[in-house]
């Protein structure tokens, strides 16, 4: 149903795709670059040296003004997708409300600050989730498979024995964003919970001053956030905190192990 929503900016779509992947090769081809720029370097000739790192600064301007031009339409393209898509939906999600019965919005499932933060904030993260976040997938699934195949080219030996770690990396970053996006969703329910005590307050801000519960009202709402989005926010963080520190964990002992198999391999010529 979301492609059908998104299915007037085909074209935008498949332009997005395009910058997405230049902007994705953009990293490998810096890594050419940066490792010719050191041979080139270690050269002895001057003037053969001079040559080659002339010609590689300009590799770098080209490159420069080629990912901003990319990032731009990446960019773009993908807000005025996202940002059609999210009218449409809004559009068609308020014009439901509003074919429903009177006892659906008595259902508390269904108070008004639920419906208002569906209409606010799911369907914005619906647009980040098919604009900017199919963006950025596309780019960096472009740009692992250009590395991957750069790698295998330049020493096969290094790269098999380093993709050996690979699910180590995708089991922490998995469990990390499973973490982050848990403690997210459940802060979002309670917060929808809520929010329909947050409405009928300040709907009814003249009665509140006119009997003098400025406090009493205070008092409630601290309570419903001490209760149901403080707790919450706290075991997130405990948990996105251990999560963060195994993935640093995990990260530097495969950068390690990585340094010290490519210098076995030198030692052995293999590089």
């Given at each position: 149903r979301l492609k059908a929503y998104s299915s007037p900016?085909?074209?935008?779509?498949?332009?997005g795709l395009i910058a997405c992947a230049c902007t994705g090769l953009a990293w490998p081809i810096c890594g050419v670059l940066f490792a010719l720029m050191l041979s080139a370097m270690s050269i002895l000739d001057y003037d053969v040296a001079r040559t080659w790192t002339e010609w590689l600064a300009l590799g770098f301007g080209f490159l420069a003004v080629a990912d901003i031009v990319a990032q731009y339409f990446q960019t773009y393209l993908f807000e005025v997708i996202g940002e059609r898509m999210t009218t449409r939906l809004r559009t068609d999600y308020f014009?439901?409300?509003l074919r429903q019965d009177m006892g659906w919005f008595d259902d508390p499932a269904n108070a008004l600050g639920v419906l208002t933060s569906r209409l606010a904030v799911d369907i914005k993260l619906i647009r980040l989730t098919v604009g900017q976040g199919t963006g950025s997938t596309v780019s960096s699934l472009t740009a692992l498979l250009a590395a991957l195949i750069i790698a295998l080219i330049a020493a096969w030996q290094?790269?098999?024995a380093f993709l050996a770690t690979m699910p180590l990396l995708a089991m922490t970053e998995a469990i990390?964003?499973?973490?982050m996006k848990g403690?997210?969703?459940i802060s979002k329910k309670k917060l929808g919970e809520i929010s329909g005590s947050f409405g009928e307050y300040v709907n009814g801000i003249r009665e509140v001053q006119s009997f003098s519960l400025e406090e009493v009202v205070t008092s409630d709402i601290s309570e419903l956030l001490q209760d149901k989005i403080l707790l919450v926010a706290k075991k997130a963080a405990v948990f996105r905190g251990i999560s963060a520190g195994s993935v640093q964990f995990i990260q530097l002992n495969v950068y390690a192990l990585a340094f010290y198999i490519g210098a076995r391999l030198i030692d052995?010529?293999?590089l």
């Open positions: 900016e085909q074209c935008y779509f498949f332009c014009r439901s409300l290094f790269a098999l990390n964003w499973a973490l403690g997210d969703s052995d010529g293999l």
